[in-house]
């Protein structure tokens, strides 16, 4: 499993973009899925968004269609998201994950996921 850390994070206002990186080191991520949680003040991390492990395929939690945007470089064996007209809500700690399985379907299970980022903060005032 390839060792993963994010970056990108920071204060934002309301409305603005932010584009997060996840770089893996050690091994590679390109046979791999790769996801996004992130994690509110005071609640549980919850799922964000996956892509599959050639970037064909994608699935996003509810709240941010439309305005998140996964991708990946297997090329450069990083994973990013690319966040728009964000919102207050949007703040936490967000996190990056490698797939548990080679090739595997794209789930929204934590336990589906290892390798976990330490994570970047993202503050979005409103």
């Known amino acids: 499993q390839a060792q993963l850390v994010e970056s990108g994070g920071r204060l934002v206002q309301a409305g603005d973009s932010l584009k997060l990186s996840c770089v893996g080191s050690?091994?590679?991520?390109?046979?791999?899925?790769m996801g996004w949680f992130r994690q509110a003040p005071g609640k549980i991390r919850e799922f964000v968004a996956i892509?599959?492990?050639?970037?064909?395929?994608?699935l996003y939690t509810d709240s941010v269609k439309g305005r998140f945007t996964i991708s990946r470089s297997n090329n450069q064996n990083t994973a990013y998201l690319q966040m728009t007209a964000l919102e207050s809500e949007d703040t936490g700690v967000y996190y990056c994950?490698?797939?548990?399985?080679?090739?595997?379907?794209?789930?929204?299970?934590?336990?589906?996921?290892?390798?976990w980022g330490p994570g970047t903060q993202v503050t979005v005032s409103s």
């Open positions: 892509i599959n492990f050639n970037g064909s395929s994608t």
């Open positions: 050690g091994s590679t991520i390109s046979l791999y899925a």
């Open positions: 994950a490698q797939g548990s399985r080679m090739f595997g379907s794209i789930r929204t299970d934590e336990d589906d996921f290892a390798s």
